[in-house]
Each structure stands twice: as C-alpha cells, then as structure tokens.
C-alpha cells in the first residue's frame, strides 16, 4: 500500500495565455522570390545572434538587458529596430529553452541512475531486483553510460554551454545519411533553407493593424511588410514596404482576428512547408485574464464529462453532481501508434472536439480528467 500514489486536491485548469490562428498565402511567383530573400536575410541575422547569446552562457537579468541591447543595435542597421527586437527576442526565448531542456535532462537522467542503482543493492533473483546476472551486468554498464551523460550535462550547466540548432538538429544530422532520412541532397538542402527563414515580428500596443513592421487590413485583405533596409530597393509601397498581391484573409476564427488587429497587438510569422510547396501567416495575440476562472463548487453544481485515457481509446462517461453516471459510457477512438506527428495531431484534436461536443449536447460544465504529470 505504500506504493500507491496519493490523490492530489482537483484543480481548474487556467485558460490559454494566448491565441494563435493560421491560414494559408497563396502567393504569386514575384511574391515567393521577395518572401524567401527578406527570409533569408533575417535568418542570416538571426543565426548570428543566437549564436552570440549562446557563447555568452548563463546571464544574471541586468547582464541579458545589457546583452540584448548591444546585440539589436548592431542588427538595427542591417535590418530595422523591430525586426532587431523580434530577433533578438527569439534568441533570448531559444536559449531559456534550451537551459529549462538541459536542466530537465539532468532530473531524468538523475532519476533513472538512482533507480537502477536502489535496483542493483537488491541480490539478483529477489523481489524488486534483477531476475538473471546477465540482466544485472547488462544493467550496470548502462549506469556506467547514464553516469557519463549525466557528467556531461553537469559541465555544461556550470559553464552555462547550451546547444541549439536553427533548423533543427534532427534535420541536420539527416544530412550525413541521406538514405535513412529517405532524402535527396536536393531536398534536404532545400527543407535546411526553408526552416531557417525569419520572417517573425511582435505585436505593438496600440498600433494600427497589430504592429507597424507586419500588417494585415481586415476589411481590403492586404498584408504588407516593412522591408530590412537592405532589402528597400524590393519595396512595391512608399516607405520601403511590400504589398503581397494575392488576397489575405483568415477562414477559421477571422473575426476574433480582425478585431484584435484594429484594437490591440498581433505578432505575426511567415513560414513555408516544403512538403505542400505552400506559405502560411501565422497571427497570435495574448488573452486578458478576463472573468475569473469558476470554482470547483461552480463546476460541481451541474453535470460534467468524465474522461478517462486509455491506451487507444477515451472511456468518456457523463456524471452527475454526486459523481453518478448519467446513461452509458462512451468510447472515443484514439490510435496514435506509428504514426507521424502531424498525422496525431490531427486525431488528437478530433477527439477533443468529438469530447466538447459530447459535453455541449449534455449541457456539462466541465470536463473532468486525470492530472498524470506527464511533465514532472
């Protein structure tokens, strides 16, 4: 019995800090070509900046201020002040990242030596402890290589040395076995380019159409871009601006867009699949805390759906506010083995929706789930 885990007190889960929609460009040739050259050249900045702040390692906050500033001054001149900030925004949020990762490794490295060395005290054969010698010997070379590992990422912590790769380091590794990736140089080289383009830009408080570097007009359907001073002699709109030809405008959840960028920020991103050979423009806003979040006693006081996760499926059942079902339970499909995670991403939010819908045709208030800290 003193294995089993205790029941945490139920809480509200805390609405999303933000929003983020997307919808697709579908640019013309001209605007492809201008699009891949101001991409280009902010990644170019952008790469060199994170660099920068990696060689700097671990900073106190008036050592970041510092850092920061002299990092956007000096690519202001290549670019502009909020392409600058943007940037080196980005950077600052990759290298946190990537600490809060290292840190991360060093808890589940830690926790996994000491569970198999309180495995190894155990005399191999008994309860608790490894069933044959060959599995124990096996055991301990694999603590010898965790104990490395974990050497390793101490060092790093205590130089304050992170790893990061714009583009990914999978995709980059994928370059020395073309085969296994199943790529051609070609492609690779093209998937290394696109994913290191930079067309991102902050949203600006009371400015006009989300900000004044990336802005999108509701109403005529237009978006336009503050071109890198570099790059003016691109521009089709007076004060070094381009103008995308092609309509823009967002199908999915439009109208919350539109009336965020006539009456508050909007940060706006470019992006390119390979894949689909298609431009995407991503607009994401902060959500104001609003109404205060309902109690548990709020909640209870009607019926509510109660989902319980298993392996391939969702047990989902309705309950009443004495916790008794209410009609039969519900199984919801989910498979998600050997998939791709685009592919699971799109079923997963199938059957969140297939889940809301359940809720809203039974008039529930809440859906109750298990908390499996997944993440400690």
């Known amino acids: 019995m003193t294995h089993l885990r205790s029941i945490a007190e139920p809480f509200v889960v805390v ?11 579908r640019v013309e040739v001209a605007d492809e070509d201008v699009l891949r050259v101001v991409g280009g050249h902010l990644g170019s900045l952008a790469g060199k900046d994170l660099a920068q702040r990696c060689r700097e390692g671990k900073l106190s906050a008036k050592e970041r201020a510092e850092s920061r500033r002299e990092r956007k001054r000096a690519i202001t001149a290549a670019s502009s002040s909020r392409w600058a900030g943007a940037i080196t925004r980005t950077s600052e949020d990759s290298f946190k990242l990537a600490w809060r990762n290292l ?16 495995r ?25 290589h965790l104990r490395a590992r ?11 040395r992170v790893s990061v790769c714009r583009g990914g380091s999978r995709l980059a590794k994928a ?14 080289r093209e998937r290394w380019e696109v994913e290191r383009l930079f067309i991102c830009v902050d949203g600006e408080a009371s400015q006009l159409f989300g900000n004044l570097t990336v802005r ?43 009336a965020q960028a006539e009456s508050g920020s909007v940060g706006y991103d470019v992006s390119f699949d390979p894949g689909k050979h298609r431009w995407y423009l991503d607009a994401s ?10 109690s548990i006693d709020h909640l209870r006081s009607g019926p509510v759906i109660a989902v319980d996760l298993n392996h391939g499926h969702l047990a989902v059942c309705v309950l009443d506010p004495s916790g008794n079902p209410i009609g039969e339970p519900v199984t919801v499909p989910l498979e998600l083995t050997g998939l791709k995670a685009s592919t699971r991403d799109g079923r997963i939010r199938e059957t969140i929706s297939k889940v809301l819908a359940l809720a809203r045709a039974h008039g529930a208030g809440a859906v109750v789930i298990e908390d499996l800290d997944f993440v400690a």
Request: charged content about 30%; hydrophobic content about 35%; overall charge positive.
């Open 175 to 188: 370059r020395h076995n073309l085969d296994a990736a199943g790529l051609t140089e070609a492609t690779w």
């Open 285 to 294: 806003w902060s959500i104001s805390e609003g109404e205060l979040r309902p």
């Open 15 to 25: 609405h999303p800090a933000a929003a983020r929609v997307r919808t697709r460009l």
């Open 150 to 160: 974990l050497a390793e990422v101490e060092r790093r912590l205590v130089g304050g």
């Open 103 to 118: 840190v991360a490794e060093r808890r589940t490295l830690a926790s996994r030596i000491h569970r198999i060395e309180r």
């Open 216 to 258: 999108w007009h509701p109403a005529q359907r237009w978006l336009e871009l503050r071109l890198p001073k570099a790059l003016e002699h691109l521009a089709n709109r007076p004060g070094g601006r381009y103008r995308l030809s092609c309509p823009v405008e967002f199908p999915y959840r439009g109208e919350e867009v539109a």
């Open 120 to 144: 190894l005290t155990i005399p191999v054969g008994e309860r608790r402890g490894y069933l044959t010698r060959q599995e124990s010997y096996e055991k301990r070379r694999r603590l010898q």
